[in-house]
């Protein structure tokens, strides 16, 4: 069951963007969304890996022979936002990938990108 969520009467009307990649996942992904869903922000760098949905409440088991660790999930929470996508990872509204000299240099290619839009 979804429960609507809303801004506060009181916040923040700015331009607003938000850094993502593969790295954003479980509840950064709840955030994203949510802050999508209210149009609060928009989104620069790569596909996130989350999205509305993640697992958790998680159950440790370790496999008596190998002593390997298991960690299962035994909860899905869902954020209120039922119109998006929950197949694939959270999509920026502007991709920025850094490319070798941006990595070899040090440069915040997604960064940078997000100060020129702030600055427009």
């Known amino acids: 069951m979804f429960a ?11 331009k607003t963007l938000v850094l993502i990649d593969g ?3 479980s509840t950064s992904g709840h955030f994203c969304s949510l802050v999508r869903h209210h149009a609060l922000a928009e989104f620069v ?13 998680s159950r440790e088991f370790v496999l008596s022979h ?3 660790r298991l960690r ?3 909860t899905t929470y ?9 197949s694939a990872g959270f999509p920026p509204d502007f991709r920025v990938y850094p490319g ?9 290619a997604q960064m940078d990108f997000a100060v020129r839009k ?3």
Do not use: K, Y
Not at 4 to 14: I, L
Not at 45 to 56: P, Q
């Open 66 to 68: 190998s002593g390997m």
């Open 100 to 108: 070798i000299q941006d990595i070899l240099s040090g440069t915040d």
């Open 78 to 86: 869902e954020a209120a936002v039922p119109d998006h996508d929950v």
């Open 4 to 14: 609507e969520t809303a801004p506060h009467a009181v916040h923040f009307q700015g």
């Open 72 to 74: 299962v999930a035994r």
């Open 118 to 120: 702030l600055e427009e």
């Open 45 to 57: 760098g790569e596909t996130g890996g989350g999205t509305f949905r993640c697992h958790d409440n």
């Open 23 to 25: 790295g954003c996942f």
